[in-house]
């Protein structure tokens, strides 16, 4: 089993307003991501709370999301965040595919063939590339989730990603939404304009 760790606690300081409640379709950016990562066959979607708890639960109270407040949000860590979600899994899950909860561009063809490269690989670390650049979302294998349990401050994911990178399987991809997030009100109108 697959679980879906969505990183959703940040606060939104550079968008002004509490981001993931933000219109985006028929729903809302936060609501988009679940719905294609739920869309790419992943049933249990493990979404981390935090600044913006309210808002974001009230976003997603019709979904199939299960959600988990990070108490230590206001650090502005996404490691702690990651570290919050693992530990709300279940037992019987052996991968983590981690997302951001501000990528409403995200595709459910990458998930899909994230999630297909990891069960034919078997590989601790599934990472999708465009141009030679990593991006979200990714996949963790369980043997290292105590190795992400383990990092502390200044220590980030991206230190995790270069101790392993001997380990990575690539995905290459042909698109550059997978590097895209949504942190200031610019980013979030871009997005829109170009949305699909």
Not at 9 to 16: I, P
Not at 70 to 97: K, T
Not at 114 to 131: D, M, N, T
């Amino acid at each position: 089993m697959i679980s879906a760790v969505v990183l959703a606690a940040g606060r939104s300081q550079r968008m002004g307003q509490p981001k993931m409640a933000l219109h985006w379709g028929d729903t809302t950016v936060i609501g988009r991501v679940v719905q294609v990562l739920s869309q790419a066959g992943l049933s249990d979607i493990l979404v981390v709370t935090g600044g913006a708890s309210e808002a974001v639960q009230a976003a997603l109270q019709d979904s199939v999301a299960r959600l988990v407040h990070n108490p230590a949000y206001a650090a502005g860590e996404m490691l702690s965040s990651l570290q919050v979600g693992l530990a709300g899994l279940q037992e019987n899950c052996e991968a983590a595919l981690v997302a951001l909860g501000d990528q409403p561009q995200i595709q459910a063809q990458v998930v899909a063939g994230l999630l297909a490269r990891y069960r034919s690989s078997r590989a601790v670390l599934v990472v999708p590339s465009y141009q030679m650049r990593r991006g979200h979302p990714w996949i963790v294998g369980r043997s290292l989730w105590p190795d992400i349990q383990a990092l502390s401050p200044p220590q980030t994911l991206r230190d995790l990603l270069q101790a392993n990178a001997g380990q990575i399987e690539y995905l290459a991809v042909d698109t550059d939404s997978i590097l895209a997030d949504l942190d200031t009100p610019d980013d979030y109108q871009r997005a829109i304009d170009h949305r699909v």
